[in-house]
Structures are given as structure tokens and as C-alpha cells.
């Protein structure tokens, strides 16, 4: 055994600092890669999710002051105000560019999806299909340009004043 150097505690010592995974440094890295959303900065997602709040809250409070004897439809004035309040506040948290707006807006179009996919399933004709085609595929591109907006919020209230 000449030559051959031992180190008992090398192996150990390694092991006990936890290394991270690949997962988290590519994690890390586009967190990292990730600019803040500018004080004049309007991506066309966010712009998008405001208006479609804006006008799901109009298109709420039209319908329930439209229709006569709403209880028989299976709703209710005050539920369509309360909906209608939630949409606006939704808009007016995504317009102050605030994390739990866009995360709030995510959900419903996330249940909107689900739901319209359900929907589909019992579609009776072709037009009510192409319909819940159409309500999924434009909730799941939302949905899916809101993420980096989300990172980009994200990024600006994570990092120090000093560097915004």
C-alpha cells in the first residue's frame, strides 16, 4: 500500500453537504434570467387577462339584470354582483401588476378549462363542440402566457430595492 492516501472523513464530509439538484439549478437559472416587469411595461397577456375580467364582470351583470326570475335559472342577483365584484377586483389587482391577482385569474381560467373540457364530453352538436374547443383553447393559451408574467412579477418583488 505504498503511495495510497487514505481519507476516511473525505466521502462523509461530502455527504453531508446536500448538493442541488439538477432540477433546482435549472430552476434557479430561469429565475435568474427573469426581468422584472418594467414601471411602464404592459405585456399583451396581462393586458388581455384584464380585459376578459373587465368584461366577464359586464357580460355577468348584463345577463342577471336581463333575465326575469333569475331563480329559476338556477342563480341570483346578489351571487351575480358578488361574481362580478370578484372579477373587477381581480382586474384592478392584475392592473396593479400584484402576484395573487394573476394568480387568482390563473385558477378560474385553470377551472374554466376544466369545466369547458367536461362540457365537451356531452356536447350535443357541432356547434356547442366548436364552441368548448374554442373556450379551452383560448383559456389554455391565457393561462399559459400569464405563467411568465406571474415570474416576471415574481422577479421584481423578490429582488432588493436597491437593484429595481
Not at 439538484?21 to 404592459?42: F, K
Not at 359586464?58 to 331563480?71: E, F, K, Q, T
Not at 370578484?86 to 377551472?111: I, K, N, Q, T
Amino acid at each position: 500500500m505504498r503511495g495510497v492516501a487514505i481519507t476516511i472523513g473525505a466521502p462523509y464530509e461530502r455527504a453531508m453537504v446536500p448538493q442541488p439538484s439538477r432540477g433546482e439549478l435549472r430552476n434557479t437559472e430561469a429565475r435568474d434570467a427573469l426581468e422584472p416587469l418594467g414601471e411602464d411595461e404592459w405585456p399583451k397577456a396581462l393586458v388581455a387577462a384584464i380585459t376578459v375580467a373587465l368584461l366577464l364582470a359586464v357580460v355577468v351583470l348584463v345577463g342577471a339584470a336581463s333575465v326575469h326570475n333569475l331563480n329559476r335559472h338556477g342563480g341570483s342577483l346578489p351571487g351575480a354582483i358578488f361574481l362580478a365584484a370578484v372579477l373587477v377586483g381581480l382586474a384592478s389587482g392584475m392592473y396593479r401588476r400584484r402576484y395573487w391577482a394573476v394568480l387568482a385569474f390563473e385558477a378560474l381560467l385553470a377551472f374554466q378549462v376544466i369545466v369547458t373540457s367536461l362540457a365537451l364530453v356531452v356536447a350535443a352538436t357541432l356547434t356547442a363542440a366548436a364552441g368548448c374547443v374554442v373556450s379551452i383553447g383560448l383559456g389554455g393559451w391565457l393561462f399559459w402566457k400569464l405563467v411568465r408574467v406571474m415570474g416576471r412579477i415574481q422577479a421584481g418583488e423578490r429582488r432588493p430595492e436597491t437593484l429595481r
